[in-house]
């Protein structure tokens, strides 16, 4: 019964070679997230989409992209990978409406390496 | 924008003591406040969450308590175990520019037996 998952769970790519993570969920939840978390760190929020309206974060950079075509599914687009984005990235969403904000579902994560 | 702190970075107690980890926050908006747990390698687990409208909440072992006066929130492991080792985050909601949560540093726990 998994509710948030992600593929794949681990990811190696070249230097500037683009990549694609993907999540999906059973939930129908309204919200998808896309953070990236480095080793001991909190993780950091890169952009989310609250039904088709997409958010980005003011520091994410523009190697990051994120499409969602419809409410289960969310990808995330790294153009050239650089060896600082090697990190953990985590989808998660939440069923958030108005001024009410409950739960986020987080993913298992996907491990990227960049060689 | 939102901005929370959490303390203290590392905690180490012994099994069978209390564990408290604090966090402020600076937004008087945010109204929704979850601490995650997180073991090695896994993802973020939800152990309790509290609302604006609410002081303390409790589950179990666990309890939350917030002061919305002071902007603070606080977590309370009583009675720990070796399995409550682990990284906690707090966060806080954000509902200005999209619906987020902002996280704390986290804090690393270590429950010696």
């Known amino acids: 019964d998994a509710m948030v998952i992600q593929n794949p769970r681990y990811q190696v790519t070249q230097f500037g070679k683009p990549v694609t993570l993907s999540c999906s969920q059973t939930l129908n939840h309204n919200v998808m997230y896309w953070y990236q978390q480095k080793s001991s760190q909190a993780p950091k929020l890169l952009f989310h989409y609250y039904d088709k309206d997409f958010n980005n974060e003011a520091d994410t950079p523009d190697n990051f992209q994120s499409r969602r075509p419809n409410t289960s599914f969310c990808f995330l687009d790294i153009r050239s990978p650089g060896l600082g984005d090697a990190a953990m990235y985590l989808c998660?969403?939440?069923?958030?409406?108005?001024?009410?904000?409950?739960?986020?579902?987080f993913g298992p994560g996907t491990r990227l390496t960049v060689l | 924008g939102e901005n929370v702190e959490q303390h203290p970075s590392t905690l180490s107690v012994q099994e069978g003591d209390s564990a408290v980890i604090k966090c402020t926050y600076s937004?008087?908006?945010?109204?929704?406040f979850p601490w995650y747990k997180q073991e090695l390698g896994k993802r973020p687990q939800l152990i309790i969450d509290i609302r604006s409208n609410v002081g303390e909440k409790k589950d179990q072992r666990i309890a939350v308590t917030l002061n919305k006066t002071a902007k603070h929130f606080s977590l309370h492991i009583t009675e720990t175990q070796p399995e409550d080792s682990a990284v906690y985050f707090c966060a806080a909601s954000v509902l200005r520019g999209g619906n987020k949560l902002v996280f704390g540093a986290g804090t690393i726990l270590r429950v010696k037996s």
């Open positions: 998660a969403t939440s069923q958030t409406s108005g001024s009410s904000y409950n739960e986020q579902f």
């Open positions: 937004d008087s908006a945010s109204n929704y």
